[in-house]
């Protein structure tokens, strides 16, 4: 069974990483001692973060094929939040059956580096099978808004988050600093310190809002904040765990931190037109899933491609 390889500086990475979520929650609680303020919001928050961190580490821990269930299973409970917020007709029951078996279908094809099929699966086969499945149903009563709804949930949460499998398969010799699972931690830490980072600017300094009807809380100075701070952070994490040069560094972080934000807004402006606050309750502090993940639906097929154009990855068949 192939094994991930967890090169020196991927190891170093996360021992920082955990180091300062653990700094972080010791000071969350000497806080609320001290000044007696509610930080259980940070607090609950800190916590789930860790945990996803620990069920991170651990599904890339033992093998690959731990490491794509993990994945898939991280698709399923998407999907099941995307289309638990949407309606959808009682006729298309045998749909979603066959939304939700394109999940393995789609592990599998990234697992056994079939890249060329991945690209089209989704996009253009699934698409194709539930258009037929949906007409066979022979009800035409909302048949378009079911099929975009489908379609749309097939896109974010198994097509969209597939690109996290995408990376975990880049060839180690395009990273010897850190392989795949370097450039896995890096889009993965980057992403949410992006969001971090743009809501820690945002409380400070946010004055100037940017889309209001959509995500009142997002401010210019936010964004500019989240820009600024996803940028360095990219510089020094990237240098010891990526293959990039400081220049290359510096356009991802300043590209991941713009589509990071509007993967965000993206997924606010679905939640707002459906009138919900969260996707799901899955996780304390934070929501669902797709709460969590919103920003790499964005990120996380950017940065594989970014990294495929650079070093001309080869598409196996």
Same mark, same amino acid.
């Given at each position: ?55 991170? @580490? $651990?599904?890339?821990? /033992?093998?690959? %094929?731990?490491? *794509? ?7 399923? #409970? +998407? ?36 890249? @060329? $099929?991945?690209?089209? /699966?989704?996009? %253009?086969?699934? *698409? ?7 007409? #066979? +149903? ?44 370097? %450039? ?134």
């Amino acid at each position: 069974m192939e094994h991930f390889v967890f090169t020196h500086n991927v190891k170093v990475a996360l021992v920082i990483l955990y180091a300062v979520i653990f700094l972080l929650l010791s000071t969350v609680k000497i806080a609320q001692i001290i000044t007696s303020k509610d930080l259980d919001n940070i607090w609950i928050r800190l916590k789930s973060f860790l945990a996803i961190v620990i069920f991170f @580490t $651990l599904a890339f821990c /033992f093998n690959k %094929l731990c490491a *794509f269930l993990f994945l898939a299973l991280i698709s399923y #409970l +998407s999907l099941k939040e995307f289309l638990s917020l949407i309606p959808t007709r009682k006729t298309d029951r045998n749909v979603l059956l066959w939304a939700y078996c394109s999940i393995p279908a789609t592990y599998y094809i990234i697992y056994i580096n079939w890249v @060329t $099929l991945f690209y089209l /699966f989704i996009p %253009l086969y699934m *698409f194709i099978l539930i258009s037929v499945r949906m007409v #066979l +149903s022979g009800n035409t009563q909302g048949f378009l808004k079911n099929l975009a709804v489908i379609q749309c949930g097939l896109m974010t949460t198994i097509y969209a988050l597939g690109y996290l499998g995408m990376i975990a398969i880049i060839p180690m010799e395009i990273n010897p600093k850190g392989g795949a699972l370097g %450039l896995l931690f890096y889009i993965l830490v980057l992403t949410v310190a992006n969001d971090f980072m743009q809501m820690f600017s945002g409380k400070l300094f946010g004055k100037h809002k940017i889309i209001p009807n959509v995500s009142p809380n997002k401010t210019w100075e936010g964004f500019i904040g989240g820009i600024i701070g996803t940028t360095i952070l990219s510089v020094i994490m990237g240098y010891f765990i990526t293959p990039f040069t400081i220049g290359q560094l510096i356009f991802a972080g300043i590209v991941l931190a713009i589509f990071g934000f509007f993967g965000d807004v993206t997924m606010s402006a679905i939640k707002r037109d459906l009138g919900v606050k969260d996707t799901s309750t899955l996780i304390p502090g934070h929501g669902g899933i797709l709460d969590r993940l919103d920003s790499l639906l964005f990120t996380a097929p950017l940065f594989y491609h970014y990294t495929a154009y650079i070093y001309h990855i080869v598409i196996p068949r």
